[in-house]
C-alpha cells in the first residue's frame, strides 16, 4: 500500500497540471531553463572573483615593473599566467553573456528585435572571446 | 466604454520615478549599470590581448590610448564599476545564502560595499600614478 501512494499521486500529478489548458496550448511561459541560468550566472560569477583577486594583484605587480612590450608578453608567456587568463576570459565573458541576456529580456519586448538582439550580442562575446583567448595562445606559444 | 472608465480607476502600480531613491534600490540599479559597463569593457581586454599577439607597434597603438588621459579616465571608470560589481556581488552571494535580509544589515552591507570599493579603488590608481 505505502508503496501504492507514490504512484498514485505521481497520475494525479500528471492529470491535474498547475497549468489551465489555455496555457498549455498557447505554449508559452517557463521555458523550463531558469535555474540552469542561475546557477551559470553564480558558478561563472564565483569563478571571475577568484581569477580577478589574482588578476588584478598580478597586473599591479606588471605595472611596477613597467608595461613595455617585452614584459608584457615575458608575464602573458608564463604558463600558469597563460592558463588563468583564458579562464579568466571564459568566466567573465561567459558571464557577461548570461548578464546581457538577462538585461535584454527584461527590457527589450519586441519580440523579433529580442531574439536578434540576444543572438548577435552572444555571437559577438563568443567571437571576442575566441579572438581572446587566440591571442594569448600565440603569445604563449 | 463604462469598462474602460472602470479601469481608469483602478489603482496603478506605482511607477519609479514616485519613489524616493533609495541606498537598495539605488545600489541594485547600479549594479546593473556596472555589468553593462563592464560588458562593454571586455572589448578593451580583447584590444589589449589582440594587440599584444599581433606585434610591438599595435602594442604601442594600444598603450598609446591606455595612457592618454581618456584611456585612462575609461580604465579608472571600468576598476570602480569592475570593483564595485565585484563586492555587490558578494553581497549577492549573501542575500543568495539567506543573511542580510534585515533592513539594516542590508544598508550597513551596502554600506561596507561603497567603503570598500573607493578605498581599494583609490589605492590601485595611487599606486599606478605613483602616489604611493
Redesign the interface.
Known sequence: MGLCVGADMSMKWEKTPFKSDLARARGLGSAQSGTEHWIAQ?LT?IAS?IL?VWA?SSL?CL??TG?D?GS??EW?THPVRATLLILL?VA??YH?VL??QV?VEDYIHNEALKIAKLWSQKLF?IA??F??I???L??AL | MASTKQEDKRPLSPHLQIYKPQMTTVMSIFHRLTGIALALGTIMVTWFFLAVAMGPESYATFRDFAVHPIGQFMLFGWSAALFYHMFNGIRHFFWDMGYLFKIKNAYRAGAVVLLVTVIVTGALWAYVWGLI
Open positions: 553564480r560569477a572573483l580577478l588584478v599591479v605595472i611596477g608595461t612590450y608584457v608578453v602573458i576570459v567573465t565573458f557577461a548578464g546581457a538585461v562575446f571576442i572571446g579572438a581572446s587566440f591571442s594569448i600565440k603569445i
